[in-house]
């Protein structure tokens, strides 16, 4: 009888078997923790239910405007374009200082 963990000798894996687990230690964690009170959900409807105002909603108005003569394509192509000029500027100023 054949093994059905392996397939000609070479381990066979499916999206069911074992599964190597990884763990890393990030001691106070990564998240910065500066306006952790001030988006805390529950500090906030607390404030609301206190003043009635949510205040920490965006600051700017939206604009909106008339795009209708804007080609995104144009736009696309003359910015690839000055980003190739800008690197083969900076690729000759790397080789200038190196020599």
Not at 33 to 61: A, C, M, P, S, W
Request: proline content about 1%; cysteine-free.
């Amino acid at each position: 009888m054949a093994n059905k963990d392996k397939v000609d000798g070479v381990p066979f894996r499916t999206a069911y078997g074992a599964k190597l687990r990884v763990a890393i230690a990030t001691g106070d964690g990564l998240t910065e923790q500066n306006h952790k009170d001030e988006t805390d959900i529950n500090n906030i409807v607390r404030k609301y239910n206190k003043t009635g105002l949510i205040d920490h909603l965006n600051q700017f108005e939206k604009q909106y405007g008339d795009m209708t003569g804007f080609d995104y394509q144009v736009q696309l192509e003359i910015n690839s374009t000055m980003i190739q000029q800008n690197l083969s500027i900076l690729l000759m100023m790397k080789r200038m200082l190196i020599n």
